[in-house]
C-alpha cells in the first residue's frame, strides 16, 4: 500500500525482512572519572531513524550513544558511552546487517590517557594531548559482504560540499546532510536533510524530526540493493 | 513544628524570609559550535536541594547549567552553559542572597580558543590548550556582606581530606562531599554527604537524593549565621 506507506510517520512493510542497524547520539571521551570530551547530538534524530525502520518492518539494532531517549518499540538498544566502545558494538553487528544508519555524532578524537582519579586544579594553563578514533563509517564500508551504507553530515558550512566529499571517500552508498545551526540541528526537535548519493541529490525541507526519519527510511528503502559478497 | 520540619522531604518554615542562591548541573566548555568538555554532573543534587529550600520557605534562585531536569515549585531558575556564564550569573546574584550553596560540578578549565566553525579531522595527534576558570566559590566568599557560603566536593580519593582542605583553603561555612563511584554520585539518584564546618563533622548516610537534600537543609538552617557586614 503505496499511499500508506508513504504517509509520514506511517507504518508500512518497505523494510520487511531487512536488519537495519542504526548508531545514534553522542559520546563522550573520558578525560577522568568525571570530565569528558562530548558533543551537542541528542539523539533524536537517531531514534527517529530507529524507529521509523521498526515501523516499515525491519529488525533494528540501535547502538546508542549517552542520551537521555526512551527506546523505540520493538527495536533491540545496545548502550555505549565512548567511540571506541560504539566502533566494537557496530562492528560486532555490522555484519549481520543489510543497512547500516550511521547517524551517531562520533568523537574524532579522546584524550591520549585517561586519568584513573579526578585531575586536580594545578594552576595555569595545561596542554590535553587528543588522538584520533578509529572511523566506524569506513571500517564497516570496507568489510567483505558490507551492509548498504547510509552516512549522516552536521556542518556548519559548506554543507553540501563537505557531505559530497564524504560520501565519496568513505565510499558511502547515501549521505544525509543538515546543517548545524540555532534552533536546527543539534539539540532539537525540527531538522532538514539534504540526501546525496551516485549522480544525485533530494532535499527533505525542515520539519520535525520523526517525519523526515519517515521520509528518510523510505528515500532508502527505495535506493536499497544489496551490497554484500 | 520539630518533628514536621525534620520529616524527609517534608515542608516547614526553616528558611522562612531568607534568600538562597543554588547553583547546580555541569558546565559545557565549548570547542567549536558542536564539541565541549563536559562532566557527569547530572544537576539531580542540586535541584533537589533548591526544592528542599524552597519546601522550608526560602526564595531561591538556581543557576542551572545544561541539564535534563524540570524546574522545582517556586523556584526561580537562571540557565548557563559554560563555567564563564555561570560566573556572571551567580556573582549578579550572591549580593542579594543570604545563603549560597554551589552544587554545581563547575569545569576547572576551558579551551583557550573556540573555533567559529565545526573542527575537521585534521589526522594524528593534536594538542588542545586549556586554561583555567575564575573560582565562583572564592570569589562569592570573598563579597563584601558575602552569604553563607555552602560548597561541594565530588572525589574519587581522599574524600574527607580533601574536602577540609577546600573549606579552609575557600574560606567556607560548610562542605558537603561526597564520593563518586559507581552507582553513587554523579549520574545516579541516590547519593551520601559527608558535612564538615570549622570544627565539626556529620555523616548523612545513604539515600534517596531528595532526603538528603532535605536534610542537608535543616543542618544549614541549624548552622546558619548572617555574614553580611
Not at 24 to 35: L, S
Not at 53 to 61: F, H, L, R
Not at 151 to 163: K, L
Not at 195 to 209: Q, S
Amino acid at each position: 500500500d503505496i499511499v500508506a506507506a508513504l504517509a509520514p510517520g506511517g507504518r508500512g512493510s518497505l523494510l520487511a525482512g531487512k536488519r537495519v542497524l542504526v548508531d545514534a547520539g553522542p559520546t563522550h571521551e573520558p578525560i577522568d572519572p568525571v570530565r569528558f570530551i562530548g558533543n551537542r547530538s541528542s539523539g533524536r534524530m537517531g531514534f527517529a531513524v530507529a524507529a521509523a525502520a521498526a515501523a516499515q518492518g525491519a529488525e533494528v539494532v540501535l547502538v546508542a550513544g549517552p542520551v537521555a531517549l526512551a527506546t523505540p518499540a520493538g527495536v533491540r538498544r545496545v548502550d555505549v558511552r565512548s567511540a571506541a566502545e560504539m566502533h566494537t558494538a557496530v562492528l560486532a553487528e555490522a555484519g549481520a546487517a543489510d543497512i547500516f544508519i550511521a547517524t551517531a555524532a562520533v568523537a574524532d578524537y579522546r584524550p591520549e590517557t585517561v586519568s584513573p582519579s579526578k585531575l586536580k586544579k594545578t594552576g595555569g594553563a595545561i596542554e590535553l594531548k587528543l588522538v584520533q578514533n578509529a572511523d566506524i563509517l569506513a571500517d564497516v564500508a570496507a568489510l567483505p559482504g558490507r551492509p548498504f551504507v547510509v552516512g549522516f553530515a552536521a556542518e556548519t558550512d559548506n554543507v553540501e560540499g563537505y557531505a559530497r566529499g564524504k560520501l565519496e571517500r568513505k565510499n558511502l552508498d547515501m549521505i544525509a546532510a543538515n546543517r548545524v545551526a540555532d534552533n536546527i540541528g543539534f539539540e532539537c526537535a525540527e531538522n532538514a536533510l539534504l540526501l546525496l548519493w551516485d549522480g544525485g541529490r533530494e532535499e527533505l525541507e525542515r520539519a520535525d524530526k520523526q517525519v523526515l526519519a519517515a521520509r528518510l527510511i523510505e528515500r532508502i528503502a527505495e535506493r536499497y540493493r544489496p551490497r554484500g559478497g
